[in-house]
């Protein structure tokens, strides 16, 4: 006695009900399975803030200013950008379109949100020390590429 039909296409007609089963079931275990464990937060960890800019910071070789609320900048000073107490980034002054991958002579300015670089919570330090690791490239960073402007730091507090 055969199970199986011989003709090919009552075959093939066959899988392919055999696989809608297992996809039905499939997608209902792993519904069920959400549903069970309910909404959470995401166990992966959260994503550098430089990706939530939505677009690739381009390198300089002039120097960062770090730069406390309420200072103002000179005009020539681009790309701005701003850390929230949270740890997110925003762009404040776009920089000029440069055609290559590091801007020659530029500066940049990174404000933050509290005038002590030591008070600020781990995902603010963590967002400024990336991007200004994001804006100058060679290491270490020699004390001279930043400029603090209001913002009481060490060069230890610096250090990335």
Do not use: C
């Amino acid at each position: 006695m055969k199970v199986l039909p011989q003709h090919p296409l009552a075959r093939g007609g066959v899988a392919l009900l055999a696989a809608a089963v297992a996809l039905v079931w499939l997608y209902r275990s792993v519904q069920a399975g959400e549903l069970a464990r309910g909404p959470s937060a995401s166990p992966l960890p959260s994503a550098s803030p430089l990706l939530e800019l939505g677009f690739r910071i381009a390198a300089i070789d002039g120097e960062v200013l770090l730069v406390a609320p309420g200072w103002s900048l000179p005009t020539e000073v681009a790309p701005v950008f701003e850390v929230f107490p949270e740890g997110g980034l925003a762009l404040r002054r776009a920089p000029p379109v440069g055609l290559g991958p590091v801007r020659l002579g530029a500066r940049a300015a990174i404000v933050l949100p509290t005038e002590h670089f030591a008070q600020l919570d781990a995902a603010a330090r963590a967002a400024a020390l990336e991007l200004l690791g994001a804006l100058r490239v060679e290491r270490p960073l020699a004390a001279s590429a930043i400029q603090l402007r209001g913002i009481a730091a060490s060069p230890a507090e610096l250090a990335n």
